[in-house]
């Protein structure tokens, strides 16, 4: 069956720092992927995603490419801010319709000033 | 409204009592969708509708967990003799259409004491 597996958290950076978070992932066929955001207090938004090997997704300075040859797809960014503290998921759809996500378990990162 | 709403936000319920749960989609969304995120794990896949019927509901654990969606706008997850392990947060997304992007309740958190 589909499976997602990410980094285990919590990540603290100082702001400013370079962010990585990997997602590794196991589906039949060509799943679509996408990184999740959920702020405190807040329902999970869909941070970015991709459809296709090869393609990069990018949204606020985060971005993740679709790596088939390492079923890979890690999110990251070059300068993170305070505000960017929430907890990620990593996703991907696969089979008829894309409908149905399976998300990893999440990575809460907190940025500190 | 101006995005998915869910009641409550808490629920707080005796074992082997009976729940339901409201999820409110976007106005004009077709496609319904519920997880259950459970502590320190990512959303799991309950039930999809669309329109009114129920078009995938695989991922019910068992036949205590009924979803229904009457007039293909809101819908209510039914749980029947809850036990401790259904405590959880059960999240309700809706997007317009099968495989467009999923818009996020901010949950009902479910604990049965």
């Known amino acids: 069956g589909n499976s997602v597996t990410q980094m285990e958290g919590p990540v603290t950076l100082s702001e400013e720092a370079f962010l990585t978070i990997n997602c590794t992932y196991t589906?039949?066929?060509?799943?679509?992927l996408f990184w999740y955001v959920q702020y405190p207090g807040e329902g999970l938004q869909l941070l970015l995603k991709a459809t296709k090997a090869d393609d990069k997704g990018s949204n606020k300075g985060f971005e993740a490419t679709y790596r088939k040859e390492t079923t890979s797809f890690h999110l990251e960014k070059g300068s993170v801010q305070v505000s960017d503290s929430a907890v990620y998921f990593c996703?991907?759809?696969?089979?008829?319709?894309?409908?149905?996500?399976?998300f990893g378990k999440g990575t809460k990162l907190s940025v500190i000033p | 409204g101006a995005g998915v709403s869910q009641t409550p936000s808490n629920k707080v319920t005796e074992k082997g009592k009976y729940v339901e749960l409201r999820c409110d989609p976007i106005s004009g969304h077709t496609a319904l969708y519920w997880y259950r995120q459970s502590l320190g794990q990512g959303p799991e896949f309950l039930i999809y509708?669309?329109?009114?019927?129920?078009?995938?509901d695989s991922g019910l654990p068992n036949d205590r967990f009924f979803a229904v969606r009457p007039e293909g706008s809101v819908s209510t997850l039914k749980i029947q003799r809850t036990e401790r392990g259904d405590s959880a947060v059960y999240l309700c997304a809706s997007s317009s259409n099968l495989g467009t992007e999923a818009f996020f309740g901010q949950g009902t958190r479910l604990t049965v004491v």
């Open positions: 509708f669309q329109g009114t019927g129920a078009a995938d």
């Open positions: 589906a039949t066929g060509y799943p679509s």
């Open positions: 996703a991907l759809a696969s089979g008829a319709g894309s409908y149905q996500l399976t």
